[in-house]
Nanobody
Framework: VQLQASGGGLVQPGGSLRVSCAAS????????MGWFRQAPGKEREFVAW????????LYATSVKGRFTISRDIAKNTVYLEMNSLKPEDTAVYYC???????????????????WGQGTLVTVSS
């Protein structure tokens, strides 16, 4: 399984950016796809997850209403659309995949089996 994250860059506060995660190596039916982020000197934190089958989602409180996770089944790709970006959103963003079924564990990095390499998002004027 390979997860390839892309789309990071420099954006001004209040701006928008979309990062992508191209998945390959298996079918992801039954999997949950997650986005996490890690700022310098901080622990990796949960951003959002999406169930590949059905499309249900969950967001961290800090991004709810500003970020949207979605998928393109035909392209085997997961997206994170980020709007109203703030300097505190600056981080390396990682996509991940898990076959786990326990709802309460889906926000925990250690629950995920596969990880992409990360893409840097910098929010600065």
């Amino acid at each position: 399984v390979q997860l390839q994250a892309s789309g990071g860059g420099l954006v001004q506060p209040g701006g928008s950016l979309r990062v992508s995660c191209a998945a390959s190596g298996r079918t992801f039916s039954g999997y949950v796809m997650g986005w996490f982020r890690q700022a310098p000197g901080k622990e990796r934190e949960f951003v959002a997850w999406l169930r590949w089958s059905g499309g249900s989602t969950l967001y961290a409180t800090s991004v709810k209403g500003r970020f949207t996770i979605s998928r393109d089944i035909a392209k085997n790709t997961v997206y994170l659309e980020m709007n109203s970006l703030k300097p505190e959103d600056t981080a390396v963003y990682y996509c991940a995949a898990t076959s786990g079924k326990i709802y309460s564990s889906l926000g925990v990095p250690s629950s995920y089996d596969y990880w992409g390499q990360g893409t840097l998002v910098t929010v600065s004027s």
